[in-house]
């Protein structure tokens, strides 16, 4: 891998490549090495996409204290006893249920690299909140952070509310249209002319679709059908530039150019076949009332 880094996003195999180099305990510099990344952007990934787990409930273990170690607090219970209530073993009397100073004990080594639990070998066991780095969990947050980012109205409503001052006596009451409004107040308007036509139609506004004259005129787009010729396999060797290359290697072959000429729809057409070796055209009358069937394009057949 190049030791530059790059502008694109990262995928799910690079974050999968950060947690296995998380938790083989190599450096974020190793680990931008293996994905191509800068090591700041493996640090931000880390920091940004970690989970947070809390400690294990032991059931038998003082709880991780910060103030553990110079606490000397007693007489917490009803009793009124002089054993130091850290280390008291009746049951319900845990620090973290009868002390007000409790404070949960964070590990020191998640405020510095790797930030994370992955690699540390006391993480099976570790009373304290531990901090993981999961590749699935980064790259769900990512997917769901491209949605979000793009849903809603990319305005604020301060904003909305001075576009929909300017439009309404505009629209409603002068009856101009947008691409009249555009041309006077281009500037005062804060997106694009089709991201205004949307927000028209989202109802943003006050304005409505039935507002504008030439809208309601219009009848709904049809959605382009989508084509599944992405796989383009089946076109090899069968293109004219092969057809061309073909008969520049063999200029005997025989070659019959089919063609169908319609004049009025739904009448008669006339279907041509011109044989190139001869210069010879046949035409055929064909009667389409009769339910006579055609290609309305030209075809090229190669007989050998």
Do not use: W
């Not at 076109?235 to 019959?256: G, L």
Request: hydrophobic letters at 30%; glycine letters at 6%; one cysteine or more.
């Amino acid at each position: 891998m190049s030791k530059k880094g790059n502008q694109k996003h990262l995928t799910l195999s690079q974050r999968i490549v950060i947690e296995k180099g998380l938790t083989g305990n190599k450096s974020f510099s190793a680990i931008a090495m293996e994905t191509g990344k800068d090591p700041s952007t493996i640090s931000k990934e880390v920091r940004l996409h970690s989970q947070t787990k809390e400690r294990l409930d032991a059931g038998y273990t003082s709880a991780p204290c910060i103030n553990r170690h110079d606490c000397k607090l007693s007489r917490l219970c009803e009793e009124q006893c002089d054993t130091m209530c850290k280390v008291c073993r009746k049951q319900g009397m845990k620090c973290i249920n009868v002390c007000p100073n409790y404070e949960t004990a964070e590990c020191g080594k998640l405020k510095k690299p790797p930030y994370v639990c992955n690699g540390c070998g006391k993480k099976t066991h570790c009373l304290m909140p531990r901090k993981f780095y999961s590749s699935k969990y980064a790259d769900d947050c990512y997917r769901n952070t491209l949605v979000s980012c793009r849903e809603g109205i990319n305005q604020t409503p301060k904003a909305i509310q001075a576009m929909n001052d300017l439009l309404v006596p505009l629209l409603k009451e002068k009856h101009q249209s947008i691409a009249h409004v555009y041309a006077t107040h281009a500037e005062e308007i804060g997106c694009s002319r089709r991201t205004l036509y949307a927000y028209i139609n989202d109802g943003i506004f006050d304005v409505r679709n039935i507002d504008l004259r030439r809208v309601v005129r219009y009848k709904k787009r049809k959605k382009p059908t989508t084509s599944s010729a992405k796989d383009r396999s089946y076109r090899k060797s069968h293109n004219y530039e092969d057809f061309q290359k073909h008969m520049q290697e063999h200029p005997d072959t025989p070659v019959v150019e089919i063609d169908c000429v319609e004049g009025e729809k739904g009448g008669k057409v006339l279907l041509t076949l011109i044989f190139r070796n001869c210069n010879l055209m046949l035409v055929f009358l064909l009667d389409l009332t009769n339910g006579s069937y055609f290609f309305n394009s030209r075809f090229l057949f190669l007989f050998r």
